[in-house]
């Protein structure tokens, strides 16, 4: 039967793939934040997923401003990486499970989710950023993938209730799903971050510390605050939170302990993160 062992969640800014390009990871600046995935390798290594269901954020690669839809479901054969004007290497191409993707599109609108089905689509650095990190020097990636696209760029967005609650839905697919895969749910982004106006460069190690802290246990708490208030605690693009909580709802009431984690401030003006959750039985 399908097992659903546990989360992987990192950020994801662009500058990672700059210093993996140019060989920097145990360069002082970068160091502190690279010295936290050895052991999310290892953990993976252990665990062997055949497929990642995977939360992000697209940035204008496959979705722009004039259509931005809420919640994007791929449903492809293949993902491909494109250029995206960072100066950052065309990464290599995933592959699909539509099968999963439709049992899970199915349940989302069962569910009342009105999701954008996508049987074409292009991922970008948020995509392939945390698989460079996850799975350094392989020649294709290990596991198949469901990309799950969340809007955190073109107020309205959606509120972490909504995100937690998509998620619970997702869950809901995966156990319900007959194979005998083994599937890893990721989540990617943040932490605080704003990279424009007047506030750029905030950072809120308090707030950081809360969804960290309340993630596995109490992913509840983190949906009190309206998204506005997020957007003020966690700055413009720090509402990434959302991928976060919305693949911990995916784990659904699955008893969770924290394999590894690190945090780290700043890499180019963000507060990074990384941290496995995993059964705790």
């Given at each position: 039967?399908?097992?659903?062992?546990?989360?992987?969640?990192?950020?994801?800014?662009?500058?990672?793939?700059?210093?993996?390009?140019?060989?920097?990871?145990?360069?002082?600046?970068?160091?502190?934040?690279?010295?936290?995935?050895?052991?999310?390798?290892?953990?993976?290594?252990?665990?062997?997923?055949?497929?990642?269901?995977?939360?992000?954020?697209?940035?204008?690669?496959?979705?722009?401003?004039?259509?931005?839809?809420?919640?994007?479901?791929?449903?492809?054969?293949?993902?491909?990486?494109?250029?995206?004007?960072?100066?950052?290497?065309?990464?290599?191409?995933?592959?699909?499970?539509?099968?999963?993707?439709?049992?899970?599109?199915?349940?989302?609108?069962?569910?009342?989710?009105?999701?954008?089905?996508?049987?074409?689509?292009?991922?970008?650095?948020?995509?392939?950023?945390?698989?460079?990190?996850?799975?350094?020097?392989?020649?294709?990636?290990p596991v198949r993938i469901v990309p799950?696209?969340?809007?955190t760029v073109q107020h309205p967005l959606?509120?972490?209730?909504?995100?937690l609650a998509l998620g619970r839905a997702?869950?809901?697919?995966?156990?319900?799903?007959?194979?005998?895969?083994?599937?890893?749910?990721?989540?990617?982004?943040?932490?605080?971050?704003?990279?424009?106006?007047?506030?750029?460069?905030?950072?809120?190690?308090?707030?950081?510390?809360?969804?960290?802290?309340?993630?596995?246990?109490?992913?509840?708490?983190?949906?009190?605050?309206?998204?506005?208030?997020?957007?003020?605690?966690?700055?413009?693009?720090?509402?990434?939170?959302?991928?976060?909580?919305?693949?911990?709802?995916?784990?659904?009431?699955?008893?969770?302990?924290?394999?590894?984690?690190?945090?780290?401030?700043?890499?180019?003006?963000?507060?990074?993160?990384?941290?496995?959750?995993?059964?705790?039985?």
């Amino acid at each position: 039967m399908t097992e659903l062992i546990g989360g992987y969640f990192t950020s994801h800014v662009p500058a990672i793939g700059g210093a993996i390009a140019k060989g920097m990871q145990n360069e002082p600046y970068w160091k502190p934040f690279f010295d936290g995935f050895p052991p999310i390798r290892k953990w993976l290594g252990e665990k062997k997923p055949d497929v990642a269901i995977v939360f992000y954020n697209d940035h204008g690669l496959n979705f722009f401003l004039d259509k931005m839809p809420t919640f994007a479901v791929g449903a492809a054969h293949e993902y491909r990486n494109a250029d995206e004007g960072w100066g950052l290497p065309v990464y290599k191409s995933f592959r699909g499970d539509p099968a999963l993707s439709w049992h899970i599109i199915e349940t989302l609108v069962a569910s009342e989710f009105d999701v954008t089905t996508c049987q074409e689509m292009l991922v970008d650095h948020a995509m392939s950023i945390p698989f460079e990190l996850a799975w350094p020097d392989v020649a294709e990636w290990p596991v198949r993938i469901v990309p799950i696209a969340i809007n955190t760029v073109q107020h309205p967005l959606p509120s972490a209730k909504r995100c937690l609650a998509l998620g619970r839905a997702v869950n809901k697919a995966l156990t319900s799903w007959k194979s005998d895969d083994r599937i890893v749910v990721i989540g990617t982004g943040g932490l605080s971050h704003q990279l424009d106006g007047p506030r750029a460069g905030f950072i809120n190690k308090e707030y950081d510390r809360f969804c960290l802290d309340n993630l596995a246990a109490n992913p509840d708490a983190l949906t009190k605050d309206s998204i506005l208030r997020i957007v003020e605690l966690a700055g413009t693009q720090g509402v990434e939170i959302l991928n976060w909580i919305a693949a911990r709802g995916a784990l659904g009431d699955l008893a969770l302990k924290k394999r590894t984690e690190n945090y780290h401030v700043p890499i180019s003006n963000t507060a990074a993160a990384s941290l496995v959750l995993e059964r705790a039985a």
